[in-house]
């Protein structure tokens, strides 16, 4: 296992449309991170999971996001009724517990809603 | 809310020259700082971090300095290369109870380092 891994790389969708995507973290990392970055803008927390608990949310994260990791490994955000404002990077990150102060980042999601 | 400011955001060097960015941070609970740089299409990542009960840390070319009492924490880079070239960011973060022990970071806007051959 080489790093954080996300599917799909580049997404384009029409406005209205719902997207999923997808987060592999380091398989012995058992805390998962999602962040939205727009251009020119450092990364903001969306979301985060121990295992497969949710344990924080983000009030940048919209009743039209959800996110889930059901078995504590991968995890998925999906955005329902995409709007153009949704158009950013979504970047995902993995820690462990013992040390749970470095994340390690996913390559991102790049989304643009037309 | 933690707020981190960081500056520049363009900073352009000759190759050899040094490189300082510099961060400041509102919220006096913070202690972890970490400095990441992300390339091109790339994710974050991570470089160098400080903890609070530490003032300077160096890695190779690489140093950061944190004064807690000034709220203020800069990365050093010396000797640039052209290969440095890339956007790098600094985050502030306290350790969360509501978030099971994890730190969340703030991010600063970046820098976008370019370094001249």
């Known amino acids: 296992d080489t790093g954080v891994s996300q599917d799909p790389r580049h997404k384009i969708t029409k406005r209205g449309q719902n997207v999923t995507f997808r987060c592999d973290p380091i398989s012995e990392h058992n805390r998962l991170y999602w962040y939205r970055q727009t251009l020119g803008q450092g990364p903001e927390f969306l979301t985060y999971f121990q295992n497969e608990a949710q344990l924080e949310k983000s009030r940048l994260l919209s009743d039209r996001f959800s996110a889930e990791r059901p078995k504590g490994s991968f995890s998925t955000l999906e955005i329902q009724r995409t709007e153009q404002g949704d158009s950013a990077m979504y970047l995902c990150?993995?820690?462990?517990?013992?040390?749970?102060?470095?994340?390690?980042f996913g390559p991102g999601t790049r989304l643009t809603v037309t | 809310g933690e707020n981190v400011e960081q500056h520049p955001s363009t900073l352009s060097v000759q190759e050899g020259d040094s490189a300082v960015i510099k961060c400041t941070y509102s919220?006096?609970?913070?202690?972890?700082f970490p400095w990441y740089k992300q390339e091109l299409g790339k994710g974050p990542q991570l470089i160098i971090d400080i903890r609070s009960n530490v003032g300077e840390k160096k890695d190779q070319r690489i140093a950061v300095t944190l004064n807690k009492t000034a709220k203020h924490f800069s990365l050093h880079i010396t000797e640039t290369q052209p290969e440095d070239s890339a956007v790098y960011f600094c985050a502030a973060s306290s350790k969360s109870h509501a978030s099971g022990g994890s730190y969340i970071p703030t991010f600063g806007r970046g820098t976008s380092l370019i370094v001249h051959p």
């Open positions: 990150a993995s820690s462990a517990s013992g040390s749970s102060y470095e994340q390690y």
């Open positions: 919220d006096s609970a913070s202690n972890y």
